[in-house]
């Protein structure tokens, strides 16, 4: 049985900012946009850059008040976007490493494949037609 390869710390740190890592970590790469705690990493992952530029606005000479007035605002809806996104960019980031988008969605699936198991024993299969709407995908 082959090892699942992991990325050095300098292939994790350009991964993490858009950098296309080797085939032979696809099963890390799946296993990190689409498993337990994708989310939580990719808010943290996305936390830091409008952490480091908006640092510097700290050392300026202001009151407390006015230093989170410049910068809690920004930082707030920087998070928000990052947090709203992320399905989207773990999508991306799947497809980039040429992997199914559709992962994204495979804890979802898992967790509530008991409900669509009841609504199949209930109410029949779903038809092939609307195979389409099982894909969460905004575009």
Known sequence: MAETQTPTFLQRV???YGRRLPDSMRDWVAADLSGPGAIRRHMIRYAIPPALILGPLW???ASLYVHLEMTVPIYFWALVMGFVL???????RLAQHGLDPNLVDAINREKNARIHDDYARRYGARPEEARWQSNSSPF
């Open 14 to 16: 350009l991964y993490a």
């Open 59 to 61: 050392l300026l000479p």
């Open 86 to 92: 992320n399905k989207v960019w773990r999508r991306h």
